[in-house]
């Protein structure tokens, strides 16, 4: 089933990328499998139909996970960050999507230089400037670039966002192509440590459209695993 899906978005994958028309068609995706809420063997099953990259909310579970999965993969934080728990993401995860603030990108820079680390980011935009949501508004952006490129222990590595959940999905298309323009945008400037090449967008009811958009990462969990019991 898990195997099944997960070709299937593969698929969907790249028959969205053949719809591009602004965004080079054949620029790659990476999929990320969120496994929040789903366990360590469905994790598993996940992996063995080729899922190398994994995506957890909280640093809890992913903790507890870290430990019980016995394969080799690469972690991503997609969730909402507090500044309490940045010791231990700093420590379980290669790539940080949800960076919000710059006091989250301070804190994270002063635990990064304690383990000697430097640690991937990714800057989160709240596009569409839902209270709901955290991230930076655009006009908050290149600031945050700015001083966040000066620290010797975080990479800024792209740009993440989530679009409102619509009622019409296509409705995250306007969305998804103004953050396209904002990142190939941040892309040409000239930074120092920053080495944009990400833009993290689309899950599971919209990736197709953010692929066929410029999203070079998707976020899927539940067309992967099914609806997550809470
Ligand atoms: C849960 C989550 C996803 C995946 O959501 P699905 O709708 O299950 O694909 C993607 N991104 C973030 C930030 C999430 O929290």
Redesign the pocket.
Known sequence: MIKDNYQQVLASIEAAKSRRREVPKEAPVKLIA?T?NHDVAAMREAIDAGATEV?E?RIQEAANKFDALEREVTWHL??HLQTNKVKQAVKYFQLI??VDSLHLARALEKEAAKIGKVQDILLQVNLAREDSKSGLYKEELEEAFREVDGFEHLRIRGLMC?APNYDEVENCRPLFREMYGIYCQVKEMPWQRAKVEYLSMG???D?EIAVEEGANIV?????IFGP?QY
Do not use: D, E, L, P
């Open positions: 969120v929040k995506g909310n997609i969730g999507h949800s989530m899950m599971s009811h990736y976020r899927v969990g539940t067309a997550r």
